[in-house]
T-cell receptor
Framework: DAKTTQPNSMESNEEEPVHLPCNHS???????IHWYRQLPSQGPEYVIH???SNVNNRMASLAIAEDRKSSTLILHRATLRDAAVYYC???????????FGTGTKLQVIP | NAGVTQTPKFQVLKTGQSMTLQCAQD?????MSWYRQDPGMGLRLIHY???????DQGEVPNGYNVSRSTTEDFPLRLLSAAPSQTSVYFC?????????????FGPGTRLTVT
């Protein structure tokens, strides 16, 4: 299975943009890139997903490199409620093949 | 919609005891799964189900049983609890949206085995 690499932790100031990177150099052509986040003491929640093109939704934007070997989750204006662990996941096309790594712990500083 | 619900929220077991963690969803999702999350680690898939009557093993299935008699419910049974099963357990349901599965997670059950 293709793996992802994320920094263990990042900090951001409140109300500033946050760019969370993810490397997936062994991604295959049909792998979708998903992002989930886990707020303290809660289950993970879906954030966004994409295949090749950049994607936007109400929560965030996903920028995918042209060679697809990396992607960046963009939170346009971090709030204290965005403090969470963010997981970058590759979906290899089978339900049982989605693997959650250790993610990036985002701290938002007031 | 209540989404995905899990009971109990907390549980303490002695080694060798058995118990069932309950999971229910009211979104009519076909797919359901169980994960465990150990301190400082990501989520690992225990078992999953692609529909009523169909279950399969994930990454770490040993010591756990599941069944899926209805679309709504997906209980996880610990047959003989061991300290290594101390963890937080998350149930998730999902549906196929186009070519990808969007998962909805429950709030978790924190299990301690002494």
């Amino acid at each position: 299975d293709a793996k992802t690499t994320q920094p263990n932790s990042m900090e951001s100031n409140e109300e500033e943009p946050v760019h969370l990177p993810c490397n997936h150099s062994t991604i295959s052509g049909t792998d979708y890139i998903h992002w989930y986040r886990q707020l303290p003491s809660q289950g993970p929640e879906y954030v966004i997903h994409g295949l090749t093109s950049n994607v936007n939704n109400r929560m965030a934007s996903l920028a995918i490199a042209e060679d697809r070997k990396s992607s960046t989750l963009i939170l346009h204006r971090a709030t204290l409620r965005d403090a969470a662990v963010y997981y970058c996941i590759l979906d290899s096309g089978g339900y049982q093949k989605v693997t959650f790594g250790t993610g990036t712990k985002l701290q938002v500083i007031p | 919609n209540a989404g995905v619900t899990q009971t109990p929220k907390f549980q303490v077991l002695k080694t060798g005891q058995s118990m069932t963690l309950q999971c229910a969803q009211d979104m009519n999702h076909e797919y359901m799964s169980w994960y465990r999350q150990d301190p400082g680690m990501g989520l690992r898939l225990i078992h999953y189900s692609v529909g009523a009557g169909i279950t399969d093993q994930g990454e770490v299935p040993n010591g756990y049983n599941v069944s899926r008699s209805t679309t709504e419910d997906f209980p996880l049974r610990l047959l003989s609890a061991a300290p290594s099963q101390t963890s937080v357990y998350f149930c998730a349901s999902s549906y196929l949206q186009g070519a990808v599965y969007e998962q909805y997670f429950g709030p978790g059950t924190r299990l301690t085995v002494t």
